[in-house]
DNA sequence: ATATCTCAACCAAACGTTTGTTTGGTTGAG
DNA sequence: CTCAACCAAACAAACGTTTGGTTGAGATAT
């Protein structure tokens, strides 16, 4: 019988690669925090980058089936579609105002752990791929949808950003505001 | 007579903590690249955090000086401010396709090296203050003015971690035309 | 002008701690 | 009996930092 599922330990691993980073997250963090000798960490993940990637993937899929799915209900309309992807999305970025995990660990790691780079780019693919969707389904043509998903997607990132910096959960909520903004419907 | 002078060092260190980060940077690093022993850093900097903490100061007196301060130059017109400032800025985010070094810093550090804070908050209150002059100076009220700053600056960071992640320096060149669009004259 | 002193600027080596990882052994459910 | 699930301990390497000593240019004294 063990003491904790490998979802619990990704959930946990999740929450403290999220607050503290990368590189300050020791194994010995994360193992403290599921409740297991630094050692026994090993028998799930044979070393921390595979952790990380394992983390990483989990994250992606969560994301893909349960927000960026979202964008793709054809039942609602766009401007609500994009609403509830913001609620759905703010509690998870909000918790512990640590923001975003892919956002925080791109600007941390990318140019030094090449390895993270292809899950991080495929995230970012998605994201911006969903958003387009729903411009697309607001009206707008091909060229005019890509640009407003990732100009989107840059908006509330950076507002992550300035979320964290002064510690205002508010900053995030104005900017999906603004984004709401562009939709025509 | 000094192998190198502080300026060069501080210099040399905002370029390998931008690419590399705080925690992947180490005092070797720094030191190999300033062509000293780790040993021989300490006469200059008696901790790596005072390292990190006059590294931050003195790029923020730098972009008070040399980049802020262009908003401040009420002889041209608002939009020919931003563009100028932009102008200046380019060169400095796309180097090594790593960005700023406070955007960098902050995600990665935020939530855990809280000394870092108040430096960082004050660089971005001065970016945030130096934009809304350019909006106040194109005809917006106060409060629209204010808004546009800090969207902008979110922008710009938003797009600063796209194109690290794309490998893209044509994102950020995009995002400073989005900016430049929300002018009235 | 030469000898002496001084002190900033450095090096080489070691410090204790923490890092990620490995090893060998124990436990207990099936 | 077996094997997944763990622990306790050790591992080498890297970390930030300290130590003690060397160097040499410039000030001071003779």
């Avoid at 999740?14 to 607050?19: E, Q, S, V, W, Y």
């Avoid at 979202?70 to 609602?76: G, R, S, T, V």
């Avoid at 995230?123 to 949808?145: P, Y």
Wanted: proline content about 1%; overall charge neutral.
């Amino acid at each position: 019988m063990q003491k904790i599922t490998i979802q619990e330990i990704v959930r946990i691993s999740i929450d403290l690669f999220r607050k503290q980073g990368y590189n300050r997250t020791s194994m010995n963090d994360l193992a403290l925090a599921c409740g297991l000798q630094k050692g026994s960490f090993y028998h799930y993940f044979n070393s921390k980058e595979a952790l990380m990637q394992g983390v990483l993937n989990t994250l992606h899929q969560y994301y893909k089936n349960k927000i960026f799915s979202l964008a793709y209900n054809d039942d609602i309309s766009a401007k609500a579609r994009m609403e509830s992807f913001f609620l759905k999305q703010e509690p998870i970025f909000t918790q512990d105002l640590a923001g975003c995990l892919f956002g925080n660990i791109t600007l941390e790691t990318i140019s030094v752990e090449v390895e993270f780079r292809s899950v991080i780019q495929a995230f970012f693919s998605d994201w911006i791929a969903a958003f387009k969707h729903i411009f697309i389904a607001d009206g707008c043509t091909d060229e005019m949808a890509s640009q407003l998903a990732k100009q989107s997607v840059m908006e509330i990132e950076g507002a992550l950003m300035m979320m964290r910096v002064f510690e205002d959960v508010e900053i995030l909520r104005q900017a999906c505001v603004s984004v709401l903004k562009k939709f025509k419907n």
